[in-house]
C-alpha cells in the first residue's frame, strides 16, 4: 500500500473540522470548566495568602481590583475566629466550584472525544463498504485494519488530549504567571527563567528517546514473531527435534528483548530524574529567592506562601507540555494513513445511470479486459436469453470468474473493452445496487458474517418469516444440518460458534442467495465441496425452484452442465465453443475430450491405467 | 485479526495463586529490597521538601534575618541532588525487575511449551497460546515492579506525612486524619464500578476491530448483496455502544477524582480553621500552618493511588492464574525416566547412546481414541511396514487421514497395543530418537523467519554451506534461489510468505534432504501449483523416497501409484488396503474415490 501519501496541512486541519462537527460544543464546555476550574484554583493561595496576612498577622487586608471597594475587610483582625470560620468556608466552596468544573470538563471531554472518534470510525466503516472491488483486492485487510483502529487511535489522542492539554497547559502559564507578577514582578522572573528551559529540556529529551522506543518495539515483535512460529509450526519442530534449538532461538531474542528495555530504562531514569531536579530546582530557587525578598520587605509572609503555592502548581504542566509537544508530530503521520482511506474514490454510478427491471437477454458483446496488465478476456461475445440456463466450462485462470465480476459491476469494463447489455441497455448505465439486487451470486468459497445462521440467510431481508428461510435453506439441502445443531438457526457461524464445513458454507450461501429472490441466479463452481449425491439433489430442488429465472453455472462437472440449454467452453480468456450438450459431444473439442474422460471411465481402461505404472 | 474471548476470572483473592510467583521472585531478593530502600528514600525526601519551606518561614522571615541563608541552601541543594539520584535508581531498579521477571516468565512458559504434546496444539489455539506467553507475562512482570514500586512509595510517603504532622502537632495531625475514612469509602465506592466500566469499553474496543475485520473481508460479499448500508447500520450499533459505555466510564471518574480533590480541599480549609486558632492561640507558629497545608494537599492524591494499585493487583490474580495454568499442563507423551536416563531429553540428549534407525514399523494390535475423542479411530488394527516402504494412504478431506502418521511419528500413543520401530516398542526409546530421524512436509509448508540458507539448515544444523546447497539442489530448490534478489541470503518473511506454496514446499523438501532422515512424511499439497513447479515437486519426491520407509498423504494419482501399499481411509477407519492394482480389483470405495478423482484431475489438466 502506498504510504508516501500525504496531505497539505489545510485538508488535515479541514479532515479535524468535519468530525468536530457536533461535538464542538462539548470541546468548548469541557475547555471552558477546564479554565474556570484553574481560575478556582488559583483563589485558594489567595485565602491562605489574606488569612496569613490580615487575620493571623498585622497587615492590611487588600483584594485585587473591583473587589476592593466591594467587600469591607478592615474587621478582620478584631474577630479572627470568624475570619478564620469564613476563611475555611471560602476554602470548601471554591473547592466545590472547582470539583463541579472539573465534573464538567471530563464529561464534556469524554463526550466530545468519544462523539469524534465514532464519526470518524463510522464514516471510515461506511467509506470501505463503497470502496470498489479492486481497491479491496489491491489492499491488504491487516494493513486497512491498522489504519482504522490505531491510526485512529493516535488521531484521537492528538485531538481529544494533546490539543485541550496544551489549551488547558498554555492557559494555566498564562493565568498563574499573570497573578504572580502582579504578586512580585522579580520573584516570577525567577521562575520564568526555568519555564523554557524545562520545557525545552523535556520535549527534546523526549523526542530523542522516542526512537529507541521504536527499536525496543520492534524486538518486543520479534520474540512474538519468533513464539508464533514455533506454536504454528510445531509439528515441524518435533518433527526435527528442534526443542533445543527453538528454545535458544528464542531465548536470544527475549534476552535482547529485555536487554534493550533495560538499556532504554537506563535513559528514562535520567530523563525522569532530570526533570525531578529542574522542578525541584525551580521551587527551591523561588523559596531562597523569596525569603530574600520577604526577609527585606518587598513581600508579605503570606504573599510568600502563596507565590510558593502557585509556582509548584506551575512546575510539571511546564514539562508535560516538553513532552506533549514533541509526541504531536505523530498525528500527522497517522492522518495520512487514515486519509489515504477516505480519499479513495466510492463506488458510484454515472449521471444517467437509473434503476430498471432485469428482464431481457444479457449480452456479452466483444468483451475484452485485463487486469494489473494481464490479459484475462479477450475479445468474448455471446447472448444468455432470458429465463434460460446458461452454462460456462472452464478451468483455473480461464476468466471464467472475471465474466461474473463483470456481470456484477464488481469491474466495470472501460472505453473500447466491449460492452455489456441487459435487455439492450448498457449495465453501467444501470445503478449498481439495482443490478446486484437482481443478480443473486454464490461464490465457490462463499464468505459468512459471524453472526447466526438465521442472521445470514436472511442477510437481504431480515424481516423474512422463519418458514422462508427454512425452505430456502430446504431447496439447498441444508436445513437438516441446520437443525441438527444445538441452537439450530440461532447458531452462530465462525470463530465464536461452530465451524462449518466448506460444503456446508456453500449450501448456506445457497440459501442465502435463494432469499434474494434475483431474476438471475449465478453458481460459480459453488457445489465444488458437495458430494456428487448432494450435488445432484440441490440442483433438482432449484430446478423446480427457479422457473423463469436467468441461471448462469459455472463448474468444470459435466454432469453439473449437462443440462443447460446453451454451454460455453472458455480456454484462457476466449471463447473456444458453444452450443448445447448434445452439440458439443458430436464435435471434436475440449468439451468432448473432457466429457469422455469423465463419462465414459470403464473399469478395463482403469485397471489397464494401473498396471500400467 | 477477530478478538479470542477470554474466560472472565471472578473469584476473589486466593492466596494459592500468588504463593506460585514465590520461586519466581526469589531469584530477586537483592532487588526487591533495593527497592524497597530506593522508594524509601524517595518518599523520605518527598516529605521533608516541606519542611524546607517551614524552616525558611520560621527561621529567616519569622526571624527576620538572612543569616545562614547560604548554608540552608546548600543544604536545600544537596537533599535535591540526593532525590534525583533516588529516581533514577529507583526507576532503572523497577525497569530491571519488569524486564528480567518478564524475560523469566516467558522463557519458562516457552520451555515448558516445546515439551507439552501434539494433542494440546490440536485444540489449543495459537492466539491463546500467545496471549499467555506475551501479553501475561508482560502484565504480571509490570504489575510486580512498577504497580508494586508506586504502592511502596505512596505507602511510606502517606505513612510519613502523616508521621511528620504528628510530629509538629498531633492534635492538628488527628484532626485531618479524621478525612482518611472518607477517601477508603469513596474508593470502596468508585474503584470496582470503575474497573468495571473500564474493562467494557476494553472489550468493545476488541469487538471494533472485529467488525472492521469482518467489514473488510466481507466487503465483496456485501457488495454482492447489496445489504452495505445494512452492514454500516450494526456497525453503528456498536461504536454506539462503545460511545455510551465511554461516557458512562468517563462519568464516574470524573465524579471520583473531583471528591478526592475535594477531600484534599477540606483538608486545607481544616489547617486554617483549627491551625489558625491554634496560631491565634500562640500554639502554632505560621510556618507550621503553611507545612500542613502543603502536606493537606499532597497526602490524599497517593492514598487514592495506593487504593486503585491493590484493586489492579487484584485482577493481576487472572494473569497469574492464565500462566500458571498453562504451566500445568502435562504432556501426554512422556519418555519413562530410564528412557531419560540413557537417551537423554528433549534438550540434553545422549546421542552416543543412540542405536541407528532401520525403518521398519510396525503396528500390533492398536487400539486409538484420541484424547477429546470419544471413539476408537482404529481398534486392534495390525500393520507391517518393512523398511524402505512407501505407503500411501488416501481419503476425503477429514476423513483421518493423518492418524496413521501421528502414531508412527509417536505424536500420539495408542490407547493400547505396540508400535514397534525396528522390532523394540518404540516407548523403549525417546521421543527426541525417534523425531531425528524422522523427515516431515507438511501440506502447507512452515517455514521460519530467516533466510533460504537459515530454513534448510534447520534439517541439520551442523552442515555445511556446501551441503546446503547440494540439498538444495538435489530437490531443484535451487531454482527457487536463482530467482532470489540476495540468493542463499534472502529473507523468506514471516512464515515464509515472501514465497509462494510451490516455492516453499521445494524449500522444505530441501530441508527434509539435509535431515536424510530414515523415515519420511509427505502430507501432499492439494493447491494448485503451476505445471513447471509441479514437475519439478514430482522429481523432488521421487529423489526423496528412495530407499526410505515414507508415509504418503496423498491426493495426486501419480504420487498414489507408485506406493507399495495404500492405505484406504473412510471416517476415520482403514477400509481398504493393498496395492493400487488388488484395490481397483476390488471395486470398493478405492475404486470409487480413483474414478472421481482421476475424472477431475484429468479434466484440469484438459481445461489446462
Known amino acids: 500500500m502506498e504510504t508516501q501519501f500525504k496531505f497539505p496541512k489545510r485538508e488535515k486541519l479541514d479532515m479535524i473540522v468535519r468530525y468536530l462537527h457536533g461535538n464542538l460544543g462539548f470541546f468548548a464546555g469541557a475547555l471552558l470548566c477546564a479554565c474556570l476550574s484553574m481560575v478556582f484554583n488559583a483563589m485558594t493561595p489567595q485565602i491562605i495568602k489574606i488569612t496569613v496576612d490580615s487575620v493571623l498577622g498585622e497587615e492590611e487586608a487588600q483584594l485585587p481590583g473591583v473587589l476592593e471597594g466591594l467587600i469591607d475587610l478592615s474587621w478582620l483582625k478584631s474577630d479572627p475566629i470568624r475570619a478564620l470560620w469564613i476563611a475555611a468556608g471560602a476554602v470548601v466552596i471554591v473547592a466545590i466550584l472547582r470539583g463541579v468544573c472539573t465534573y464538567g470538563q471530563r464529561v464534556n471531554l469524554s463526550k466530545g472525544s468519544e462523539g469524534f472518534v465514532k464519526q470518524i470510525r463510522d464514516d471510515l466503516y461506511r467509506h470501505i463498504q463503497r470502496l470498489d472491488f479492486a481497491w479491496h483486492t489491491a489492499h491488504s485487510t491487516g494493513d486497512i485494519i491498522q489504519r482504522c483502529t490505531s491510526d485512529v487511535d493516535v488521531i484521537r489522542n492528538f485531538v481529544c488530549t494533546q490539543l485541550v492539554e496544551v489549551v488547558r497547559t498554555v492557559f494555566l502559564i498564562v493565568l498563574y504567571l499573570s497573578i504572580m507578577i502582579s504578586m512580585s514582578p522579580r520573584l516570577s522572573l525567577v521562575s520564568l527563567v526555568f519555564i523554557p528551559i524545562v520545557g525545552l529540556s523535556s520535549g527534546v529529551f523526549y523526542r530523542k528517546i522516542s526512537r529507541r522506543f521504536q527499536a525496543a518495539d520492534e524486538a518486543e515483535g520479534e520474540v512474538t514473531t519468533c513464539a508464533q512460529e514455533n506454536f504454528t509450526g510445531v509439528r515441524v519442530v518435533r518433527a526435527f527435534g528442534r526443542e533445543r534449538f527453538e528454545e535458544e532461538r528464542f531465548e536470544e531474542k527475549n534476552n535482547r528483548f529485555s536487554q534493550l528495555w533495560i538499556r532504554l530504562g537506563k535513559l528514562m531514569s535520567v530523563y525522569w530524574a532530570s526533570g525531578t531536579l529542574l522542578t525541584c530546582l525551580q521551587v527551591m530557587a523561588v523559596i531562597v529567592a523569596g525569603t530574600i525578598e520577604t526577609v527585606e520587605g518587598r513581600m508579605t509572609l503570606g504573599g510568600f506562601i502563596a507565590f510558593v503555592g502557585y509556582n509548584e502548581t506551575l512546575a510539571w504542566p511546564v514539562r508535560a507540555l516538553g513532552r506533549v509537544l514533541s509526541d504531536m508530530s505523530k498525528a500527522g503521520v497517522s492522518m495520512d494513513r487514515v486519509g489515504y482511506i477516505l480519499k479513495a474514490p466510492e463506488e458510484g454510478d454515472g449521471p444517467d445511470a437509473e434503476e430498471m427491471e432485469l428482464a431481457g437477454d444479457i449480452v456479452f458483446d466483444h468483451v475484452t479486459f485485463a487486469y494489473e496488465g494481464q490479459p484475462v478476456l479477450e475479445d468474448v461475445s455471446f447472448t444468455i436469453p432470458h429465463g434460460s440456463t446458461f452454462a460456462v466450462l472452464g478451468g483455473t485462470g480461464s476468466g471464467k470468474s472475471t465474466l461474473i465480476h463483470l456481470l456484477d459491476r464488481l469491474y466495470d469494463l472501460g472505453e473500447g473493452q466491449g460492452r455489456i447489455t441487459i435487455g439492450?441497455?448498457?449495465?453501467?448505465?444501470?445503478?449498481?445496487?439495482?443490478?446486484?439486487?437482481?443478480?443473486?451470486?454464490?461464490?465457490?468459497?462463499?464468505?459468512?458474517?459471524?453472526?447466526?445462521?438465521?442472521?445470514?440467510?436472511?442477510?437481504?431481508?431480515?424481516?423474512?418469516?422463519?418458514?422462508?428461510?427454512?425452505?430456502?435453506?430446504?431447496?439447498?439441502?441444508?436445513?437438516?444440518?441446520?437443525?441438527?445443531?444445538?441452537?439450530?438457526?440461532?447458531?452462530?457461524?465462525?470463530?465464536?460458534?461452530?465451524?462449518?464445513?466448506?460444503?456446508?458454507?456453500?449450501?448456506?450461501?445457497?440459501?442465502?442467495?435463494?432469499?434474494?429472490?434475483?431474476?438471475?441466479?449465478?453458481?460459480?463452481?459453488?457445489?465444488?465441496?458437495?458430494?456428487?449425491?448432494?450435488?445432484?439433489?440441490?440442483?433438482?430442488?432449484?430446478?423446480?425452484?427457479?422457473?423463469?429465472?436467468?441461471?448462469?453455472?459455472?463448474?468444470?462437472?459435466?454432469?453439473?452442465?449437462m443440462q443447460a440449454d446453451r454451454i460455453l467452453v472458455l480456454d484462457r480468456g476466449r471463447v473456444a465453443d458453444m452450443g448445447t450438450h448434445s452439440e458439443l459431444i458430436a464435435r471434436p473439442g475440449i468439451y468432448q475430450e473432457i466429457y469422455e474422460i469423465q463419462m465414459s471411465i470403464d473399469d478395463r481402461r482403469l485397471v489397464e491405467e494401473g498396471g500400467r505404472s | 485479526m477477530a478478538a479470542y474471548d477470554e474466560q472472565e476470572y471472578t473469584k476473589s483473592f486466593q492466596l494459592g495463586v500468588w504463593k506460585r510467583l514465590i520461586p519466581l521472585l526469589g531469584n530477586y531478593r537483592r532487588d526487591f529490597a533495593l527497592m524497597l530502600i530506593f522508594n524509601l528514600a524517595c518518599a523520605a525526601v518527598d516529605v521533608a521538601l516541606p519542611l524546607f519551606q517551614r524552616y525558611a518561614i520560621a527561621t529567616f522571615i519569622e526571624g527576620d534575618t538572612l543569616r545562614g541563608l547560604l548554608p540552608y541552601a546548600l543544604c536545600y541543594l544537596v537533599v535535591i541532588l540526593f532525590q534525583a539520584l533516588s529516581v533514577v535508581a529507583f526507576s532503572r531498579n523497577a525497569m530491571y525487575i519488569e524486564m528480567s521477571l518478564g524475560r523469566d516468565l516467558r522463557r519458562d512458559l516457552f520451555h515448558h511449551l516445546?515439551?507439552?504434546?501434539?494433542?494440546?496444539?490440536?485444540v489449543t489455539p495459537v492466539g491463546y497460546l500467545i496471549a499467555r506467553v506475551m501479553s501475561d507475562t508482560n502484565r504480571i512482570a509490570s504489575m510486580i515492579s512498577w504497580n508494586l514500586a508506586d504502592l511502596l512509595w505512596a505507602l511510606f510517603y502517606v505513612l510519613g506525612t502523616f508521621g511528620a504532622m504528628l510530629v509538629l502537632n498531633w492534635r492538628l495531625a488527628l484532626v485531618i486524619l479524621l478525612i482518611v475514612p472518607a477517601i477508603a469509602l469513596l474508593t470502596?465506592?468508585?474503584?470496582?464500578?470503575?474497573?468495571?466500566?473500564?474493562?467494557?469499553?476494553?472489550k468493545l474496543n476488541s469487538k471494533i476491530t472485529g467488525a472492521f475485520n469482518e467489514g473488510i473481508t466481507g466487503a465483496k460479499t456485501a457488495k454482492t448483496l447489496v445489504i452495505e448500508e445494512q452492514s454500516t447500520e450494526n456497525f453503528r450499533k456498536i461504536t454506539g455502544e462503545m460511545h455510551?459505555?465511554?461516557?458512562?466510564?468517563?462519568?464516574?471518574?470524573?465524579?471520583?477524582?473531583?471528591?478526592?480533590?475535594?477531600?484534599?480541599?477540606?483538608?486545607?480549609?481544616?489547617?486554617?480553621?483549627?491551625?489558625?486558632?491554634?496560631?491565634?492561640?500562640?500554639?502554632?507558629?505560621?510556618?507550621?500552618?503553611?507545612?500542613?497545608?502543603?502536606?493537606?494537599?499532597?497526602?490524599?492524591?497517593?492514598?487514592?493511588?495506593?487504593?486503585?494499585?491493590l484493586s489492579e493487583f487484584i485482577s493481576l490474580q487472572a494473569s497469574i492464574e492464565r500462566v500458571t495454568g498453562l504451566l500445568d499442563q502435562r504432556p501426554q507423551v512422556v519418555d519413562t525416566p530410564e528412557v531419560e536416563a540413557k537417551y537423554g531429553d528433549a534438550f540434553h540428549p545422549k546421542k552416543e547412546n543412540w542405536e541407528p534407525l532401520e525403518g521398519e514399523i510396525e503396528f500390533r494390535d492398536v487400539t486409538f481414541r484420541y484424547p477429546d475423542g470419544g471413539e476408537d479411530v482404529l481398534s486392534h488394527f495390525n500393520l507391517h511396514i518393512p523398511a524402505g516402504t512407501t505407503v500411501a494412504i488416501v481419503g476425503e478431506t477429514g476423513a483421518g487421514k493423518s492418524t496413521l502418521v501421528n502414531l508412527a511419528c509417536r505424536f500420539f500413543e495408542p490407547t493400547s497395543g505396540q508400535i514397534l520401530i525396528d522390532g523394540r516398542d518404540y516407548r523403549e526409546r525417546s521421543q527426541l530418537w525417534l523425531h531425528s530421524n524422522i523427515g516431515y512436509v507438511l501440506q502447507n509448508p512452515h517455514l521460519f523467519s530467516g533466510t533460504v540458507r537459515e530454513n534448510i539448515r534447520y534439517g541439520r544444523l551442523e552442515a555445511s554451506d556446501e551441503e546446503v546447497e547440494a540439498a538444495a539442489r538435489a530437490v531443484s530448490a535451487d531454482t527457487v534461489v536463482a530467482k532470489l534478489e540476495k540468493g542463499w541470503d534472502s529473507d523468506v518473511g514471516e512464515g515464509g510468505d515472501r514465497l509462494s506454496t510451490g516455492e516453499k514446499q521445494l524449500i522444505s523438501f530441501a530441508r527434509a534432504v539435509l535431515a536424510d532422515p530414515r523415515i519420511f512424511v509427505l502430507d501432499e499439497a492439494t493447491s494448485s501449483i503451476d505445471t513447471q513447479t509441479e514437475q519439478l515437486i514430482q522429481d523432488a519426491i521421487d529423489h526423496l523416497l528412495q530407499d526410505r520407509t515414507s508415509f504418503l498423504i496423498a491426493h495426486r494419482l501419480s504420487t498414489i501409484r507408485k506406493a507399495d501399499m495404500i492405505l484406504v481411509v473412510r471416517d476415520g477407519q482403514i477400509v481398504e488396503r493393498g496395492t493400487h492394482l488388488e484395490l481397483l480389483k476390488r471395486k470398493g470405495y478405492y475404486h470409487d474415490l480413483y474414478s472421481r478423482q482421476f475424472a477431475e484431475e484429468h479434466a484440469a489438466k484438459v481445461l489446462g
Not at chain 2, 516445546?114 to 490440536?122: P, W
Not at chain 2, 470502596?188 to 476494553?202: A, D, E, P, S, T
Request: hydrophobic residues 45%; aromatic residues 6%; contains cysteine.
Open chain 1, 424 to 561: 439492450g441497455t448498457d449495465i453501467r448505465k444501470i445503478r449498481r445496487d439495482c443490478l446486484r439486487r437482481q443478480i443473486g451470486l454464490v461464490l465457490q468459497e462463499p464468505f459468512l458474517f459471524s453472526q447466526t445462521i438465521r442472521e445470514n440467510i436472511a442477510a437481504t431481508c431480515p424481516h423474512a418469516p422463519e418458514e422462508e428461510l427454512r425452505h430456502a435453506a430446504a431447496v439447498a439441502c441444508v436445513d437438516e444440518a441446520i437443525t441438527e445443531f444445538p441452537d439450530g438457526y440461532g447458531t452462530m457461524v465462525g470463530e465464536r460458534g461452530v465451524t462449518l464445513s466448506g460444503g456446508q458454507k456453500q449450501r448456506v450461501a445457497i440459501a442465502r442467495m435463494l432469499m434474494q429472490k434475483a431474476p438471475v441466479m449465478v453458481f460459480d463452481d459453488s457445489l465444488s465441496a458437495v458430494d456428487a449425491e448432494t450435488d445432484a439433489k440441490i440442483r433438482a430442488a432449484l430446478r423446480r425452484q427457479m422457473k423463469g429465472a436467468t441461471v448462469i453455472l459455472i463448474s468444470h462437472r459435466i454432469t453439473t452442465l
Open chain 2, 114 to 122: 516445546q515439551t507439552l504434546s501434539l494433542s494440546f496444539y490440536n
Open chain 2, 188 to 202: 470502596g465506592y468508585f474503584q470496582g464500578r470503575i474497573l468495571h466500566w473500564n474493562r467494557k469499553v476494553r
Open chain 2, 244 to 309: 455510551d459505555s465511554g461516557v458512562r466510564a468517563a462519568r464516574l471518574s470524573a465524579v471520583y477524582i473531583p471528591l478526592v480533590l475535594f477531600c484534599s480541599s477540606l483538608a486545607v480549609a481544616i489547617v486554617l480553621l483549627r491551625g489558625g486558632t491554634m496560631v491565634t492561640e500562640q500554639v502554632l507558629e505560621i510556618a507550621t500552618l503553611s507545612a500542613f497545608a502543603t502536606y493537606a494537599v499532597g497526602v490524599f492524591e497517593p492514598i487514592q493511588s495506593i487504593a486503585a494499585n
